[in-house]
């Protein structure tokens, strides 16, 4: 299994902010996921992140609100822009199991972000 | 229209029934799906995935898929207290190397 970690845990933010979520895994992986989680939903994919190449984003999302760099094979992060209220979620990050079929996937703590 | 549809609950089973959570699917051309569990204030863990028609059994855990009926479901027998947490389906869209998680059921496993 993967080690994902997370930072931060947590943070309230005001709004038109900005704030950069990291995720550091214990191994090295090609592809990367950034998930949102709002309140009550369920997980929606924003990104997925390539070491070497644009992160790719998925319909609703957009790299000027939601900024991704992938500098190598076990590091990620993702910006949150110009926050706003409907910002406030839970971020995860994940990463495919090794030699797994896409979906076989582990997530890291999470970063709840409380945008006021 | 949802994409991996799930009752949301809460599902309510004494302690030792067999808790049956329900998921349907939209996308014909789906070949990977999967149980995820997710406790309160904690991320998803992957559980159970199955590939193929029939039943896959895991300890006290049994997922079901049949995909002329586009249905998974995931079985926990003697299910224990620990057992209370969000079950999501998720369901890998075809050729496209994405996953689409459902809602989410809330099971509680009443002592």
């Known amino acids: 299994s993967a080690v994902i970690s997370q930072k931060p845990s947590r943070d309230i933010c005001q709004r038109g902010t900005s704030l950069t979520i990291q995720c550091q895994v214990d191994?090295?992986?090609?592809?990367m996921f950034w998930y949102r989680q709002q309140p009550g939903q369920s997980l929606t994919l924003i990104a997925t992140?390539?070491?070497?190449?644009?992160?790719?984003?998925e319909s609703g999302f957009v790299i000027d609100k939601f900024p991704i760099s992938r500098p190598n094979l076990t590091f990620s992060t993702l910006t949150v822009s110009n926050m706003s209220p409907e910002d406030s979620s839970i971020y995860l990050c994940?990463?495919?199991?090794?030699?797994?079929?896409?979906?076989?996937?582990?997530f890291g703590e999470g970063s709840r972000l409380t945008v006021l | 229209q949802k994409e991996v549809e799930q009752n949301s609950g809460p599902l309510s089973v004494p302690e030792g029934a067999i808790a049956s959570l329900n998921c349907t699917y939209s996308?014909?051309?789906?070949?990977?799906f999967f149980w995820y569990r997710q406790y309160s204030g904690k991320s998803p863990e992957l559980i159970m995935f199955?590939?193929?028609?029939g039943d896959k059994e895991d300890g006290r855990f049994t997922a079901q898929l049949n995909k002329a009926s586009q249905y998974v479901s995931l079985l926990i027998r003697d299910s224990q207290p620990s057992d209370s947490a969000t079950y999501l389906c998720?369901?890998?869209?075809?050729?496209?190397?994405?996953?689409?998680f459902g809602t989410g059921t809330k099971l509680q496993v009443i002592p």
């Open positions: 994940s990463v495919e199991r090794a030699g797994a079929n896409t979906g076989e996937l582990f």
């Open positions: 191994s090295q992986v090609t592809m």
């Open positions: 992140a390539n070491q070497g190449s644009e992160a790719t984003y």
């Open positions: 996308d014909r051309g789906s070949q990977s």
């Open positions: 199955i590939y193929s028609n």
């Open positions: 998720a369901v890998e869209s075809g050729g496209y190397q994405k996953v689409t």
